[in-house]
C-alpha cells in the first residue's frame, strides 16, 4: 500500500470516528459504555468528546496536508513530528483498549491498531521515497 492510499483511508476513518463522536454528543450512543464507565455526567461526556473531535480534526488536517490536498501552513517536518506522536498515542490506545473490560470496547482495539499500521505506512513509504 502506498501513503497516498493509507492518507485516503485514515481521512474515511476519521470521518467515521467524528460522526461516532457526534452520535455520543446527541445522545444516539449512551455514553455509559464509552470511556471506560468513568464518564459521571453529561458535562463530563461534552467535555470529552468536544475534545476528541477537536484532536480528531487536528489529525484530520495534517493528514490533508501531508497527502497535500491543502497549502503546507506547516513544513513536513512539523507534520511528521505530530504523526509520530499520533503513532505512540494509538499504541497507548490499543493497549488501552485490549484491557477494556467491555466488548464494545475492545472493538475498538482493531481501529486504535488499524490507525498505528496507517501512520506507519504513511511516515515510512513517504520516507523510502525520499531515500531512493
Do not use: C, Q
Not at 497507548?92 to 475492545?106: H, M, R, W
Request: charged residues 15%.
Amino acid at each position: 500500500m502506498n501513503s497516498k492510499t493509507a492518507i485516503k483511508i485514515m481521512l474515511w476513518l476519521l470521518v467515521f470516528v467524528m460522526l461516532f463522536h457526534l452520535s455520543i454528543i446527541v445522545k444516539l450512543i449512551p455514553y455509559e459504555i464509552t470511556w471506560g464507565g468513568r464518564l459521571k455526567s453529561d458535562i463530563e461526556m461534552y467535555v470529552f468528546e468536544t475534545i476528541s473531535i477537536l484532536i480528531n480534526l487536528l489529525l484530520f488536517s495534517i493528514l490533508l496536508i501531508k497527502g497535500r490536498y491543502v497549502k503546507e501552513y506547516l513544513s513536513m517536518k512539523v507534520v511528521d513530528i505530530i504523526l509520530w506522536i499520533f503513532i505512540i498515542l494509538f499504541g497507548l490506545n490499543t493497549i488501552g483498549n485490549i484491557l477494556a473490560e467491555t466488548i464494545f470496547e475492545k472493538f475498538f482495539t482493531l481501529l486504535t491498531l488499524a490507525f498505528a499500521m496507517l501512520l506507519w505506512i504513511i511516515l515510512n513509504k513517504d520516507k523510502n521515497r525520499a531515500h531512493n
